[in-house]
């Protein structure tokens, strides 16, 4: 949902795929209806509708005082969304500055203390020993081989609880993930050239 942390040019997006909007809207729970402010970045590629309306779907029954972690935050989509449906905390990751100030721009006019924006390299802030999260939300720039990288540093610096959920969404292309040898895959779908895929981890 973010440009690439290290280049000033975005990725290209995929065919059939949304341009950012000029607000991100939030579908369900206590903000539902409510329409946010997205801050212009070239290159961000907010979650659409339908594809969020499926995901939280499926975590309907883990999201209520769940710990999250939106690790490319952009628009905060998901971050809001599982705020409002009362997620415990949200965590939202970012490196774009403006796009970062626009997210706690957001969560003042929510008048919530449960978010916390965090204007950071992704990578590099996960190279940290962690805490554990129930859900993990990852959606990171197309095209630059990133998800490998996530995968591994999740695992191994301690941010996942044991069974938590992790939503991932990228490039169909790519085809079939090579995730960690705990997550299996309890979810699966694809919307036009994206695919998002909700793995559960066993606990260890």
Not at 66 to 78: E, H, Q
Not at 81 to 103: I, Y
Request: charged fraction near 25%; hydrophobic fraction near 35%; glycine fraction near 8%.
């Amino acid at each position: 949902m973010s440009r690439n942390k290290t280049s000033s040019r975005s990725p290209k997006r995929p065919q059939g795929t949304q341009a950012a909007p000029g607000f991100v809207r939030i579908i369900g729970g206590q903000w539902r209806g409510r329409k946010l402010p997205v801050h212009d970045v070239t290159g961000l590629r907010p979650t659409t509708d339908r594809v969020k309306e499926t995901l939280f779907n499926w975590l309907m029954a883990d999201i209520y005082q769940a710990k999250c972690l939106d690790l490319f935050a952009g628009s905060g989509g998901l971050g809001f969304e599982a705020l409002s449906r009362q997620a415990e905390k949200v965590t939202l990751l970012e490196f774009d500055s403006k796009a970062a100030g626009q997210l706690k721009q957001n969560l003042a006019a929510l008048n919530t203390t449960s978010g916390k924006v965090v204007q950071t390299d992704t990578l590099a802030y996960l190279t940290k020993p962690g805490q554990p999260y129930d859900i993990v939300f990852i959606d990171p720039p197309f095209r630059r081989d990133m998800l490998a990288t996530v995968f591994d540093l999740l695992e191994q610096n301690g941010w996942l609880a044991d069974n938590a959920m992790i939503y991932v969404e990228a490039e169909s292309e790519l085809g079939q993930l090579q995730v960690p040898v705990s997550w299996s895959l309890h979810r699966e779908k694809t919307a036009g050239q994206i695919s998002y895929r909700l793995y559960q981890r066993e606990g260890q």
